[in-house]
C-alpha cells in the first residue's frame, strides 16, 4: 500500500515542477497547502491503474489561471474543494477516486488537498504526462471524452457548472470565466469510469515525478550527478548551459506569456539561445535554430542545486541547464501534434522529435 | 381570461420597444420569432400578479448580449428553451410561470417563447418596467434575492450553470461568457416563488406595453395624437424634434455603446442635442444642459410613425421626436439609484427625476 506523506509530497512538488516544464502553477504554494491538508486530514493512499475499478467513478482536480496571478492569490481549500462537492451534487453520487489532470507544478499537489479531505485515494497517472496551458490539451480530449460537466469554484464564493460542447469550449468558456474571476480558479472535469480512465490517461506519472524528486533532493549526489539520473530516468538530453540575459514576461488573455534570452555558457560560451513560454516552455532555440518544442518537454533547472525554475520565478542574471525530455507516444499522433504541436501555439514549423533535432544537430 | 396571440404580440413589440428605451434587443426579430411559437403551440396564457399562487414557481427568461449581435446572430428556439430546461432539471422539479426580466425589445418576446413551447402562462409584470444593459439591474437585486442558480445556453449547444455570489457577479459572469459565446446568448434566473414575486417585481408592464402598442397601431389617429396618448398613459414629456446628425456606435465589453447628436427642428431650430446610450439610451441632453438620465426612461421615435427606433437601428438623418417618462419608483430609491443612475455609468452628475429636470427649465 501506498501513500502520499509530507515527505513524498516535497518529492513530488519538485519532480513535478520538471515535468511541470516550467509551469502548472507554483509548486512551493501547492506544497505548503497539499502538507497542511496531509497534516490535518492524514495521508492520502495513491492507487495505481491495475488497483483501479472499473466501475470507479474518477475525477480530475486542478487549478486554473495564469502562474503569475496563483503565485499572489493563494487558493483557499474552500477554493479546492467547492468543485469537487458541486460535481458530487451534480452527478448525484460520490466520487471515488481523484485524480491530477497534469503533474505540473501545483496541479499534482492540488488534487491531495481534495483526496485528503474527502478521505479519497488518489491515482497514479495525469492526462498530460507534463502540464500544457490549455484545458483541451489532455489525453481524454485525444480520445474524444466528454468533460462534462465541468465544475469551477473561485476564491469570491462563485461557483459554476459547465457543459460544454467539446474540450475546446471548455477551454474558452473556463478562460473566460478565470480571468473574470480575477485570474484563477480551481475546476472538476472528465468525470469518467475506471474502465475508460484506464485506457487513456498516462500511468505512473506521480511516481515518475516522486523518483525526480528523489534523485534532486539526495544530498549524497553531486548536482551533475543528480541531473544525469533524472535525464537517464526520462530518456531526456542537456540542450545547455546559460545566464538568463533578458526576460520578457506578460499576462495576456489569462496567461503568462513571454520569453528568456539566455547567453551560453561552459561548452557554449559566445552562443545565444532563446526560451519561449505560455504558462509552460514551449520552444528552445539555439539563434534560428530549433532544439525542441511542444508537446516535447523543456524544463529550466538551477545550475547549482539543479532544482527546476518556473516561467514566472525565472530571473535576469539566474544561472541555469536547460533539459529536454521526449512527451509521451499519445502528443506524437497527428491529433496529438495538432493540439499542441507548434502550430497550434502560432509557431511557423512543424513538429520534430527532440531525439530528432537532436541527431540532426551531430 | 387574457391571451397572448399574434395580434398581442404584434403590440407589444412595438410598444416594449418604448419602454425598452431603444434597448432590450431588437424587437423586430422577436416578434417573428414569438409569432412563430405561437402558431406552432397555440396562445400564451397572460396572469396578473393576483392570479398568481404563493406558491407557484416563476422565472425569468431572458437575451443577453449586445443589440447589434442579436440583430445578426438571431437565437434559435432551441437556444431559447435549453436554459430552462437546465433550470428545471437543476432545481429538480416544473416551473410553473415564465416572466420577462425586462419590458424591452426582445426580451418581452423571448420568453413567450419559452412560455409557449412549455404550455405555461406568463406573468403580466417584469423585474425594471423598462430594458436596462446590466444583469444586476433588476427589483430583484434591490430586495436583495439571489439569482442563482442562473442557467445559460448559447447557438453552438453549449449549457452553463452559475451560482454567484450575488447579482454583480451574475452580470461579470454571464457578460464574460456571453462574449466568449459569441456576443449572445439565452439566460434563466431568479427562480422565485409566487408570494416573493408579488413583493418584488413591477406589475402589469406587459399590458402597459401592449396599450402603448395599441396606440401606436391605431391609424386612425395621427401621429402626433398617438404620441400624446401614449406619453398621457406614460405621465410623459416630449424632450425635443430634430434630426440626427451624427451617431458613434461601438462594440465593447459585450455592449453596444455610443452616442449620437441631433439637430433641434421645429420649436427647437438652431439647438443641438446629445443622447448616449449603452444597449438603451440613458442620458439626454441639450448642450450642456441635463434634459432626462437614467434610470428615468427615454425614447426615441420616428417623427412619421411614432414608432420606436432602437440604439442599434438609429441612423444619420432620421428624423425624431425624443421623448422621456418617469422610472419607477423602486429605483427612486437609494439602492435603485446606486445600481442604476448616471453615477453608475460613469457620468460625473448626480440624477434628478425628469419631472424636476422639466420644472427647472421653465
Redesign the interface.
Known sequence: MRYIDEQTIEKIALGAAVLGTGGGGDPYIGKLMAKEAIRKYGPVKLISLDELEDDQLVVTVSGMGAPTVVIEKIPSEHEMTAPFE?LEK?LGRKIDVVMPIEVGGINSLFPIIAAAKKGLPMLDADAMGRAFPEAQMVTFYLEGFDPSPVTMADD??????????DGM?TE??S???T???GGSSSVCEYSLFGKDVKTSVIPDTLSLVERIGEFLLDNQMKEHVRINKMLEELNGYRLFEGKIADIERRLSGGFTIGSAKLDGSRNEQGKTFTIYFQNEYLVAKEGEHLLCSTPDLIAVLDVETGFPITTERMKYGARVVVVAFPCHDKWRTLKGIETAGPRYFGYDFDYKPVEVLRKERR
Chains 1, 2 share one sequence.
Not at 469570491?156 to 460542447?165: A, D, I
Request: net charge positive.
Open positions: 458541486t451534480v469570491k464564493g462563485n461557483t459554476v457548472v459547465l457543459y460544454p460542447q469550449w474558452r468558456l478562460r473566460a470565466l480571468i473574470e474571476m
